[in-house]
């Protein structure tokens, strides 16, 4: 297992293929194994290094909040280990609030930008009232708090045809540490608002969207790249397009990575 130490604090991640280098960004309760088919796939042409954000996967948690600053100097440690100096970012949904800040911290380190189910946006006050709520509901009942928010990010027409898919990701969210679960909900509900990032033009930006998505309202997610050089793929599931989506994404994602 490939290791870095970020203030003495275990994170893991992957080292596959040679090439331009993309960095593979799990979100919340994910670790990432969920980007193995996508790891076989990109690796032919591309270094792909994926990483075990905070409190997740074989990653430790460094204390009571997980701020997205921290993950994402996190994931430069990892790049200086490796001597990358600059990559392409792919972030799924907290993975995406962490590329914004590691393209806020370290712009000249950014090749090209991916936001997959994500938001340049801050939590709103109903939100952030709600990621309070979540973290009573985990302390009260781990089990069913992690199954319940698994199987609503899938689209209801998903929730039958993908049923075996759910069940892994449900599998994999459950051995996410009780403290790992609540720093991530309080780093997210404190995250800075970088929708003026997606204004700067630093580097070309791709934004992924689910026209389903329970988690991130797609017309309300619109207004935020309206008038800049992001470009926009949509599609019509939920919240887990690299599950829900699987092919159209990675057609999707190849064509950006060029």
Same mark, same amino acid.
């Given at each position: 297992?490939n290791?870095?130490?970020?203030?003495n604090t275990k994170?893991?991640?992957t080292?596959s293929g040679e090439?331009?280098?993309?960095?593979l960004?799990?979100g919340?309760?994910?670790n990432?194994?969920m980007w193995?088919?996508y790891v076989?796939?990109?690796?032919k042409?591309?270094?792909?290094?994926t990483?075990?954000?905070?409190?997740?996967g074989e990653s430790?948690?460094?204390g009571y909040?997980?701020e997205m600053e921290d993950?994402a100097?996190a994931?430069?440690k990892?790049l200086?280990?490796l001597n990358i100096?600059?990559?392409? !970012?792919l972030g799924?949904s907290m *993975?995406?609030?962490?590329g914004?800040?590691?393209? /806020? $911290?370290?712009p @000249?380190k950014i090749?090209?930008?991916?936001?997959l189910?994500?938001?340049?946006k801050?939590d709103s006050?109903?939100?952030?009232?709600?990621r309070t709520r979540a973290?009573?509901?985990?302390?009260?009942?781990?089990?069913?708090?992690v199954?319940?928010?698994i199987?609503?990010?899938?689209s209801?027409n998903?929730?039958?045809?993908?049923?075996?898919?759910?069940?892994k990701a449900?599998a994999?969210a459950?051995?996410?540490?009780?403290q790992g !679960?609540?720093?991530?909900?309080e *780093?997210?509900?404190?995250r800075?608002?970088?929708? /003026? $990032?997606l204004? @700067?033009?630093?580097f070309?930006?791709?934004?992924?969207?689910?026209k389903?998505?329970?988690?991130?309202?797609?017309?309300?997610?619109?207004?935020?790249i309206?008038g800049t050089?992001?470009?926009l793929?949509?599609?019509?599931?939920?919240?887990?397009?690299?599950i829900?989506?699987?092919?159209?994404?990675?057609?999707?994602l190849?064509e950006?990575?060029k």
């Amino acid at each position: 297992m490939n290791q870095v130490l970020y203030k003495n604090t275990k994170i893991s991640f992957t080292d596959s293929g040679e090439g331009t280098a993309i960095v593979l960004l799990h979100g919340f309760l994910e670790n990432k194994k969920m980007w193995t088919d996508y790891v076989d796939l990109f690796s032919k042409k591309y270094r792909v290094i994926t990483v075990d954000l905070l409190g997740h996967g074989e990653s430790d948690s460094l204390g009571y909040v997980h701020e997205m600053e921290d993950n994402a100097k996190a994931v430069n440690k990892v790049l200086e280990n490796l001597n990358i100096e600059k990559a392409i !970012i792919l972030g799924h949904s907290m *993975g995406g609030y962490v590329g914004l800040a590691f393209a /806020e $911290l370290f712009p @000249k380190k950014i090749q090209k930008l991916v936001l997959l189910n994500s938001t340049s946006k801050e939590d709103s006050e109903e939100k952030k009232t709600n990621r309070t709520r979540a973290i009573k509901a985990v302390k009260q009942n781990y089990t069913n708090f992690v199954s319940l928010a698994i199987g609503n990010l899938f689209s209801e027409n998903n929730r039958t045809r993908l049923a075996s898919e759910i069940e892994k990701a449900k599998a994999e969210a459950l051995k996410t540490p009780l403290q790992g !679960i609540i720093a991530s909900l309080e *780093g997210m509900k404190i995250r800075k608002d970088r929708e /003026e $990032l997606l204004r @700067k033009d630093l580097f070309p930006v791709l934004l992924i969207l689910g026209k389903k998505d329970t988690v991130l309202n797609y017309e309300e997610s619109l207004p935020q790249i309206k008038g800049t050089s992001v470009q926009l793929a949509s599609f019509d599931d939920g919240h887990m397009s690299q599950i829900e989506n699987k092919e159209e994404l990675k057609a999707v994602l190849l064509e950006f990575f060029k």
